[in-house]
């Protein structure tokens, strides 16, 4: 089969599920490294928000498949998930941004790549690369001023996957970093961002001043943080909600369920998942959230201002 039509087959595969992807070669990943790095000792970065979420990418081609030539980038449509949450005779609609909801995805686009490229005899491996900065720097996407990556047709609603493979597509999609045009003019993210972390000209928020970090890690809140700020089961969704290129996939949904005030007791009182009903714990899992079952608590007693 030629290189052309592996690139078709694989089009028409993604295509199928409203995805794209871009492949970069290897090569740039000692570019990729020194990037990351730099927001480190250019102090861009915090030392604790480089640890949490910078230091365990790998940079390094995997030992079990050390002849990759290329990396795919791939972008899924991810609409935002709902949770519709009873307690004490309220009900509130709790979010949950893209993101967060990944094995089907990720199980998807392993399968799309497996059936094409293993009957070649090329081998795949998922990546632990910084998705935003490759997306981008392929051409798949276009950095938000929010620091968040936008796809033409998905918006910031969407899930982003890398893959290594060792075979040669003979292309190379690297590019130069690029804000969407749109951004231009527009202030409409940082006019709503309750915490002030979004920078009016540049590309890069102040993390640690981001809801989305302080959301997404263990502890108790901050007292910076105004208790009506929160908006989101894990993480934050006002910049992407006031984004005028996410206006056509607001009331799109990737699922949908709801708490009942028995569900919503129990979480807010375990301790540890084997306390829940087992019900619960099948929604749960059936949600792809059982793994934050910390984070659950914590954040839906904040929704939930209880």
Request: aromatic share 8%; proline share 6%.
């Amino acid at each position: 089969m030629s290189k052309e039509n592996v690139l078709e087959k694989l089009a028409t595969s993604f295509a199928a599920i409203n995805a794209r992807f871009r492949i970069i070669s290897v090569e740039h990943l000692d570019e990729c490294r020194s990037a990351i790095e730099r927001l480190k000792t250019e102090s861009m970065v915090t030392e604790r928000f480089y640890k949490d979420y910078l230091e365990s990418l790998d940079f390094r081609v995997p030992e079990a498949l050390s002849g990759a030539r290329s990396i795919i980038i791939v972008a899924v449509p991810q609409p935002i998930s709902v949770i519709d949450v009873s307690f004490k005779g309220r009900r509130i609609r709790a979010m949950i941004p893209p993101t967060y909801i990944y094995k089907d995805i990720r199980g998807k686009c392993t399968k799309i790549l497996s059936d094409i490229l293993q009957p070649l005899g090329a081998g795949l491996a998922v990546a632990r690369l910084p998705l935003k900065f490759l997306a981008v720097r392929s051409g798949l996407g276009n950095y938000g001023r929010n620091d968040i990556c936008f796809v033409p047709g998905m918006g910031s609603f969407h899930r982003l996957e890398a893959f290594f493979t060792d075979y040669d597509f003979g292309i190379d999609d690297w590019q130069d970093v690029s804000m969407m045009g749109s951004c231009t003019g527009c202030s409409f993210c940082v006019e709503n961002c309750p915490t002030g972390c979004i920078p009016g000209k540049k590309m890069l928020v102040d993390p640690d001043r981001c809801l989305t970090y302080v959301n997404e890690n263990e502890g108790v809140f901050p007292d910076w943080i105004d208790p009506r700020w929160h908006n989101a089961l894990v993480g934050c969704m006002r910049c992407q909600m006031v984004c005028p290129e996410n206006r056509d996939f607001l009331r799109d949904r990737d699922k949908e369920e709801k708490f009942t005030e028995e569900e919503t007791e129990a979480i807010l009182i375990c301790e540890s998942p084997a306390e829940l009903p087992q019900e619960l714990s099948a929604k749960l899992k059936r949600l792809d959230i059982d793994w934050m079952l910390p984070l659950l608590k914590r954040n839906l007693a904040a929704l939930l201002r209880v």
